[in-house]
C-alpha cells in the first residue's frame, strides 16, 4: 500500500531553518514534490525534483529552498533556510507516476502526505 510519510515540520524564528523530509513506500516515482498551502489561500507549487535531479523552484523560493532527493530511500528532502513569517504554511509531499505534463501543477500529481505546519515567527 502506497504510503507518504512527512517529518519536520515546526515552528521558528524568522531567519532560522527547517528540513522536511517525506519518505514514500510501494513504488518509484517520475517525480516528487513540496506545495504549502497557507490558511485562506489555494495550495501552491514549491519545489519538484525528478528522478534524474532536475529540480524546479517557484520565484518565491529560489535560493532560499533546496529540493533533494535519495532514490535508494524513495525520499524527498526540503531544506529551508532564511525563513520567513510569509513562508508559514501547511507542507505538503506529493509525487508523480507519469513524467509528462508540468510539475508545477497540483492536478498532475497523483499522491499526496498528510502535510505538515511550519510556523514562522517575527
Known amino acids: 500500500q502506497l504510503q507518504l510519510t512527512e517529518s519536520g515540520g515546526g515552528m521558528v524564528q524568522a531567519g532560522g531553518s527547517l528540513r522536511l523530509s517525506c519518505a514514500a513506500s510501494g513504488r518509484t516515482f517520475s517525480t516528487m514534490g513540496w506545495f504549502r498551502q497557507a490558511p485562506g489561500k489555494e495550495r501552491e507549487f514549491v519545489a519538484a525534483?525528478?528522478?534524474?535531479?532536475?529540480?524546479y523552484y517557484a520565484d518565491s523560493v529560489k535560493g532560499q529552498f533546496t529540493i533533494s532527493r535519495d532514490n535508494v530511500k524513495n525520499t524527498v528532502y526540503l531544506q529551508m533556510n532564511s525563513l520567513k513569517p510569509e513562508d508559514t504554511a501547511v507542507y505538503y509531499c506529493a509525487v508523480r507516476i507519469s513524467s509528462s505534463g508540468s510539475d508545477y501543477l497540483v492536478r498532475n500529481y497523483d499522491y499526496w502526505g498528510q502535510g505538515t505546519q511550519v510556523t514562522v515567527s517575527s
Open positions: 525534483i525528478r528522478r534524474n535531479a532536475i529540480t
